[in-house]
């Protein structure tokens, strides 16, 4: 299977509570520049999962256009998730060849650490995407890190 972790696009400082800060016009455009170069390069998505967050799933619904692939939502992958919670998660949608998983931090970064099996601190830009290959069921020390994308490469 392979795992497509992303964060979010860039969101509005100031709401009335966080899950409702919406993407603003830079962060929308980030996260289109990041999957059309993403599809480009082959990318193929076969689901795509979202944050309940307003901001995640704006994210989702950009991807959903490019990919042509429905979202769903799960709140496994809410800011305060854990790895844990979306490998079962993950576990329910085996079929899936590429699932593109849209969230927050703390949440992306630890589950990319998890997935390496590494203790390390991972810098997650918002619009960044990474591409993990997992061997078998996702879990601890299970994924390769294939791919990483962050929002700034330019695109011809």
């Known amino acids: 299977m392979i795992v497509y ?25 980030q996260v289109t520049k990041t ?12 689901a795509i999962a ?6 995640a799933k704006q ?3 950009i991807a959903k256009r490019i990919f042509e692939v429905d979202y769903f939502i799960t709140n496994s992958l809410e800011p305060e998730g854990s790895p844990e919670e979306i490998y079962v ?5 085996k079929s899936s060849e590429g699932v593109l998983l849209v969230s927050h931090q703390p ?16 810098s997650f830009l918002t619009g960044t995407v ?4 997992v061997d ?3 879990g601890t020390g299970r994924g390769m890190l294939v791919l990483l994308i962050p929002p700034q490469i330019p695109i011809s």
């Open 5 to 29: 972790i992303m964060r979010h696009g860039e969101a509005e400082a100031n709401s009335s509570s966080n899950g409702e800060r919406h993407l603003t016009e830079r962060g929308a455009s």
């Open 35 to 46: 999957l059309h170069l993403a599809n480009q390069m082959g990318v193929s998505v076969t």
């Open 50 to 55: 979202s944050s309940p967050l307003v901001r």
């Open 59 to 61: 994210t989702a619904e």
């Open 89 to 93: 998660e993950l576990s329910k949608h």
């Open 107 to 122: 949440l992306v970064s630890k589950l990319l650490s998890d997935l390496l099996g590494a203790e390390a601190r991972i």
């Open 130 to 133: 990474a591409m993990v290959k």
């Open 136 to 138: 078998g069921q996702p």
